[in-house]
Every structure is written in C-alpha cells, then in structure tokens.
C-alpha cells in the first residue's frame, strides 16, 4: 500500500511528451500528484510542462526532466510511456539511474506498427510480453508492474470526460501492484483489476490491438470492464 507521504512524493513519466504520458500526467497531476515529465530532451519535457499547466490549470505541481534525471526525481513510481521500438533503448540509457524501493511501471503494447505492420496486430516478443522485455532491463531490485494498456491517452487527456473503465494491473509483487494500484485508484472513474504475475500482461496487451479494432470501426476510444467483480475491489 502507499503510505500517506508516498502520495506527495512526484511520479516520473518516462517519455512523459507523448499522447499517453501527457493524458496520464493531466490525470495525476489533477487528482494533487506532483509530476515530473520525462524525456529525452529537457527542452520538450519544459514544454510539455507547460502544456500540462495550460490544459489542467496554473497550480499543479509539475516539473521537466531528461529521462534519466526523472528516474532520479521520482518518489517511488515510474511511469514508461514510450513505443515499443524505443522501450529497451531508453531502459539501458537510465539503467544507472535506479535506486532501490523504485518501481517502474510499463505500459508498453507491442503493436505492429513499431515494424511496419497494422495497428491491430501484434509483435510476438521472444521474452513473452512487453513487460517481461521490460524487467529484462531494470536492474533486479526494482520493482516492476505493467498496467494502463487499454486505456486510451485520448480519454485520459479529455479532463471533461469521466473514465468508466478498468486497468489490469500485472506483476510478481503484490505490494509493488498494491502500491501501483493506490496511485492509479486516485483517478476517478479508472478501476484497477489486479490480472496476475508478470507473464499475464501478455494477454492484457493483446487485448489493446483488439480495442484497436473496436475503436477504427466504431470512431470511439474503447475501454474494458470486468463484472462480477466483488465490491471494494480497485
Ligand atoms: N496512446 C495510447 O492511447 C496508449 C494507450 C495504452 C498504451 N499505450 C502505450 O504507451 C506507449 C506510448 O504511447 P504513445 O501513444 O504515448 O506514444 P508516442 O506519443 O508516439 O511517444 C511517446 C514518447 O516516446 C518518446 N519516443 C518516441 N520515439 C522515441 C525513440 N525512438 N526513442 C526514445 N523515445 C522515443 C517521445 O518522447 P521524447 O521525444 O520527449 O523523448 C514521445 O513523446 C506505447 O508503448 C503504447 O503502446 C498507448
């Protein structure tokens, strides 16, 4: 679980510029969590900064990075917005960045156009998903959880609209999706569903080039929910 002053502490957004981290960041940065915008140049994070503000309002607490330093100003939870193809690049460029008790959260979906295929479509990834490719490159002692795959950053970033919907959350650590799900459960309307180890993102991905699909033919941004779902779970 996270601890009251873990709530105060900035979460890092690793390639935090592009559509999922700014909806993301919009999101967060509403609900009173301070934010640092990640990216491979200080000068873009700067001005995704300052979109953010212009969009959520003058009073957030929000800061710009190059990716490496956001690692080092995150709190506890970083947060891997970036695609596929750029995924393993930017985890070995902040390798060293790491310090213990942090934990990465990846959001990657390997969908095909990162090599020139549909958006519908998947990339099989030799170590079985996106987020197992991630853990591959963090180094052991941080934690790492995968979730937001179905969320759309359109709906993320439209503060007028109310989320309906659930997040997977995957990993190996109950405490570490504990600690992920306390954060993303400050989003109003965006239920977490706890969906199993590390190995199960591969599924909650799929999912997302399904959406895909749902979305092209319906001129929508889909999400998903789960019933039969006790009450107090998310
Ligand atoms: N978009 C969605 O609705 C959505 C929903 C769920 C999951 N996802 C997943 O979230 C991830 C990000 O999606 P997105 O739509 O936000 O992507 P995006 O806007 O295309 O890119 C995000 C950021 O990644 C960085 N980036 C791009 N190319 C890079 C490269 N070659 N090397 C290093 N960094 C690079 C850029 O940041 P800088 O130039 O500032 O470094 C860019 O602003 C993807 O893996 C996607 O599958 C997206």
Redesign the pocket.
């Known amino acids: 679980m996270m601890n009251s002053s873990e709530m105060t502490q900035a979460v890092s957004i690793l390639?935090g510029?592009?559509?999922?981290?700014m909806g993301v960041a919009a999101r967060l940065a509403t609900a009173g969590v301070p934010v640092c915008i990640g990216?491979?140049?200080t000068d873009?994070?700067e001005a995704a900064v300052e979109a953010l503000r212009k969009h959520v309002g003058p009073d957030i607490v929000a800061t710009a990075a190059d990716?490496f330093d956001a690692v080092g100003n995150a709190g506890r939870i970083v947060i891997l917005?970036?695609?596929?193809?750029?995924?393993v690049?930017?985890l070995k460029d902040v390798k060293d960045a790491w310090s213990p008790g942090k934990i990465l959260v990846d959001?990657?979906?390997p969908?095909a156009p990162a090599v020139g295929g549909r958006p519908t479509e998947l990339v099989h990834l030799w170590s079985g998903s996106?987020a197992q490719q991630a853990r591959a490159h963090v180094p052991a002692e941080i934690g790492l959880v995968s979730a937001?795959?179905?969320?759309?950053?359109?709906t993320l970033w439209n503060l007028v609209h109310a989320l309906d919907q659930d997040t997977f959350v995957c990993g190996d650590k109950r405490d570490e999706k504990a600690v992920v799900s306390d954060l993303l459960g400050l989003i109003p309307g965006l239920r977490v569903v706890d969906a199993g180890g590390l190995s199960a993102s591969r599924i909650a991905e799929s999912i997302?080039a399904m959406l895909v699909g749902i979305n092209v033919r319906n001129k929508t941004h889909s999400g998903i929910r789960i019933t039969g779902l006790p009450q107090g779970v998310g």
């Open positions: 390639g510029t592009g559509s999922l981290g990216s491979r140049t873009k994070a990716n917005t970036v695609p596929l193809q750029s995924q690049r930017l959001t990657t979906v969908l996106a937001l795959h179905t969320v759309s950053a359109a997302t």
